[in-house]
């Protein structure tokens, strides 16, 4: 396997977010759309502080991200702050399969959860085969809505 390099993305990557999500998008059968990238880079870093973004780069070459969405409780007399996290895509490009960049990405956003307030991730599994593979990582599911706690076994 390839050595794969993740990291968290900042501002100055929006247009490789939007670039790689667009990609993703394309895969998907969506139609291209004049100022997609523009529009969608404005959107992504006024809301950034609640979209943690990772990038994962194989062999010189953007490999894949992994967009969240994070969503913070609202205060509870007793608790403290909570949030949690909904996974709203994993992307590797076609080139970069099989080299472990989706677990790579997964891995870096759980390692990255647990140094947060966040105690639960979800996803939508579109298929078995995502469900496998989340279920490797660690994550359960009775269906396509997976999940991986982070509480506190107390």
Same mark, same amino acid.
């Given at each position: 396997?390839?050595?794969?390099?993740?990291?968290?993305?900042?501002?100055?990557? #929006?247009?490789?977010? =939007? =670039?790689?999500?667009?990609?993703? &998008?394309?895969?998907?059968?969506?139609? +291209?759309?004049?100022?997609?990238?523009?529009?969608?880079?404005? =959107?992504?870093? &006024?809301?950034?502080?609640?979209?943690?973004? $990772?990038? =994962?780069? +194989?062999?010189?070459?953007?490999?894949?991200?992994?967009?969240?969405?994070?969503?913070?409780?609202?205060? $509870?007399?007793?608790?403290?702050?909570? +949030?949690?996290?909904?996974?709203?895509?994993?992307?590797?490009?076609?080139?970069?399969?099989?080299?472990?960049?989706?677990? &790579?990405?997964?891995?870096?956003?759980?390692? $990255?959860?647990?140094?947060?307030?966040?105690?639960?991730?979800?996803?939508?599994?579109?298929? #078995?085969?995502?469900?496998?593979?989340?279920?490797?990582?660690?994550?359960?599911?009775?269906?396509?809505?997976?999940?991986?706690?982070?509480?506190?076994?107390?």
């Amino acid at each position: 396997m390839a050595e794969v390099v993740i990291r968290r993305a900042g501002p100055d990557d #929006a247009f490789v977010v =939007a =670039a790689l999500h667009l990609q993703f &998008a394309r895969e998907l059968g969506m139609p +291209s759309e004049q100022g997609y990238l523009d529009r969608f880079v404005d =959107a992504w870093l &006024a809301d950034r502080p609640d979209r943690p973004t $990772w990038i =994962a780069e +194989s062999r010189g070459e953007h490999a894949g991200l992994l967009e969240t969405r994070r969503i913070r409780a609202l205060p $509870w007399p007793g608790r403290a702050d909570v +949030s949690w996290l909904h996974v709203g895509g994993l992307f590797v490009a076609p080139t970069c399969r099989d080299r472990g960049v989706g677990r &790579a990405l997964t891995e870096a956003m759980i390692e $990255w959860a647990r140094t947060t307030d966040v105690k639960w991730i979800r996803l939508n599994a579109p298929d #078995a085969r995502a469900q496998e593979f989340y279920e490797r990582l660690g994550f359960s599911s009775p269906g396509r809505l997976m999940e991986f706690e982070l509480r506190d076994s107390q």
